[in-house]
């Protein structure tokens, strides 16, 4: 009916491109912020494979509906956004947004591109729709200056709910009660405010690890904090099912023994199975008594959604595209967002390699000229290329880690798995102990003060496990059963009891006890046993036989354990002895290290 219309604006920000781009492509913070309204995305599947977006808003008795097209974005440079309406004012809308450099700053323009349907539409544009959108945006854009500019502690201003004062003392008793527990550590106050004032992107999937690192505090704290304000009613923890593509969150449940042993990603059109390790991660959002949160979406897509993807583009059949853009060497995953094949590649140096699709692979093809990425769709429909870093969600708590701390272990005893159901991890560290000679240390003290120090030192044994991000999972007697995510941790805790046994003594009228250690890593399935969750297989049956090798105020490590570049920093300087032995249940002479002379002080 009629031409398109655009309007454009130019922002200039004081800080480079690098730290404006985490604000400005964070759409669904944008969006919230702008006050735009939340909508519904059904993702239908289509018969090549491909999946069908469509936006739904509904206000009053009228719907409006929309195809939300992927957008395309090259990270820390520009995006852009559009939308096909089947109905309303607008037959589409496009939003860009393109960073350059400036100075020591950088310049923002930002377009949008509407076209108008009907009368309606025409009438719309005339009534001053670009001024009011300039006006809106150009504020959050002048914010988003100020927060890079450290003049402020948000990126943008929000609508906050009202907090009547009923919540308001249910929230304060909450935030006593978790303050009243070790793993309050004087924080509870300031998630308190941050769940009741926060933009609610911020709450839809709370992450311990973002927290941590916003709030410039221990990993350990964090996730402590959160484990502490669940039991207190303050938050929720819900375990969710991330998709191997996309990595975003296509399952959720909030017990362990629900957890399904699959699912299926809409957007990505693929069923993926689970893996404590990978993709099963542990998030938090807040009660409904504390702060409601409304289902719907600000932004289906968006670069900081997925920050990891470094290119995301859609080509037509047949067509090539250069696109700018300055990629850091590492490994990369080149893919499509279609289901289908991938690639995996190490990039260090000259040109990037062209990303190339066809009916049935992606591969990467000659190199490009410095500074270009080249894609190609040689397939007969339309595609999304990606190219994505490797590493996982870096801010994901993965279920082998959370599970491997103490707090949890206390916090949640009873959060274990089904009867009968198991899931892999693909590493964990284990380490068990044992009192050396304990028969003849029970007759020379007597029975009552042996059981005694044995306690104490189950609880001696405890500190340091948890001091060192690890979890107690279980006593056999005299004998203690850890596990660590990090074996790092694992090695430093074993480095700690033996070099704090000797205060133990001191403390306990010089009654000596000697510790024997022993540890392995390596994959395992955790299960429920005796109605706790619990490890099993062959890494777990090493560790606990590498401990039998122990003289006690040793260290025993596997060969394995101990050549993982993070153990051998940490025991760099140390004196260690390769050795084997014979050990029942194993074909093969197990190789083994040994640290000698571990119980002397640490320097």
Not at 26 to 51: M, S, Y
Not at 118 to 141: D, E, K, P, S, T
Not at 425 to 447: H, M, N, P
Request: hydrophobic content about 45%; glycine content about 8%.
């Amino acid at each position: 009916m009629s031409m398109p219309r655009r309007r454009s604006w130019v922002w200039h920000f004081e800080r480079p491109p690098a730290e404006i781009w985490p604000i400005m492509a964070d759409t669904a913070r944008f969006n919230e912020a702008a006050a735009l309204p939340k909508h519904d995305i059904e993702e239908i599947p289509q018969a090549d494979g491909a999946v069908l977006y469509l936006g739904r808003l509904k206000r009053g008795p009228f719907t409006l509906v929309w195809r939300e097209k992927p957008v395309n974005w090259i990270d820390g440079q520009w995006f852009e956004h559009c939308r096909e309406f089947r109905n309303g004012p607008f037959k589409s809308l496009c939003a860009t947004f393109a960073l350059a450099p400036e100075g020591t700053g950088c310049r923002g323009t930002y377009t949008l591109t509407v076209e108008p349907a009907n009368l309606l539409g025409l009438a719309i544009l005339a009534g001053g729709f670009f001024r009011n959108a300039g006006r809106n945006f150009g504020r959050l854009a002048a914010q988003a200056n100020q927060f890079a500019a450290g003049m402020r502690a948000e990126p943008f201003d929000h609508a906050v709910p009202p907090v009547g004062p009923e919540s308001a003392q249910r929230v304060d008793a909450m935030v006593a009660a978790i303050e009243a527990t070790p793993n309050g550590h004087r924080l509870a106050r300031r998630l308190a405010d941050h769940l009741l004032q926060a933009q609610e992107v911020d709450l839809w999937q709370i992450r311990p690890l973002k927290l941590a690192r916003d709030w410039r505090i221990e990993t350990r704290t964090a996730i402590e904090l959160c484990l502490q304000a669940v039991t207190n009613g303050l938050l929720e923890l819900h375990w969710d099912l991330l998709c191997p593509r996309c990595r975003v969150p296509k399952a959720s449940v909030v017990a362990l023994d629900q957890l399904p042993t699959g699912a299926h990603c809409s957007s990505c059109n693929i069923d993926y199975e689970r893996d404590f390790s990978r993709n099963v991660e542990a998030s938090f959002r807040p009660t409904a008594a504390v702060r409601p949160i409304v289902g719907g979406q600000y932004c289906l897509f968006g670069p900081m959604s997925t920050p990891h993807i470094k290119v995301h583009v859609t080509l037509d059949p047949g067509q090539s595209r250069d696109l700018a853009a300055d990629l850091a060497a590492g490994d990369c995953r080149l893919r499509t967002l279609e289901p289908g094949p991938e690639q995996l590649i190490t990039w260090e140096s000259g040109g990037f390699p062209e990303v190339i699709a066809d009916d049935d692979r992606v591969f990467a093809g000659p190199p490009a000229p410095p500074g270009v990425v080249r894609v190609s769709n040689r397939s007969r429909r339309s595609l999304t290329l990606i190219v994505e870093e490797r590493a996982w969600v870096r801010d994901a708590l993965t279920a082998d880690r959370i599970t491997a701390l103490q707090a949890f272990r206390d916090l949640f005893a009873s959060e274990a798995l089904r009867a009968g159901d198991d899931v892999g991890i693909g590493e964990i560290a284990l380490l068990f102990t044992d009192l050396k000679g304990s028969t003849a240390f029970y007759e020379r003290v007597g029975d009552a003060k042996a059981y005694r120090l044995v306690r104490e030192h189950f609880a001696f044994l405890g500190a340091r496990v948890r001091e060192h991000n690890g979890a107690i999972v279980k006593t056999i007697g005299d004998a203690v059963m850890a596990a660590f995510a990090d074996p790092a941790d694992a090695v430093r805790a074993a480095l700690a009891i033996q070099q704090k046994v000797a205060e133990f003594n001191a403390g306990h009228g010089g009654e000596a006890i000697v510790i024997k250690l022993g540890l392995h890593k390596g994959p395992c399935i955790a299960v429920t046993l005796n109605e706790r969750l619990d490890y099993f297989g062959s890494t777990v049956n090493l560790a606990a036989r590498l401990q039998t090798q122990s003289m006690g105020g040793d260290i025993v490590l596997s060969r394995v354990l101990a050549e993982d570049p993070a153990v051998a920093a940490v025991l760099q300087g140390r004196t260690l002895r390769d050795e084997a032995a014979t050990i029942k249940g194993f074909e093969r002479p197990v190789l083994f290290r040994r640290v000698t002379g571990a119980t002397q002080a640490a320097t």
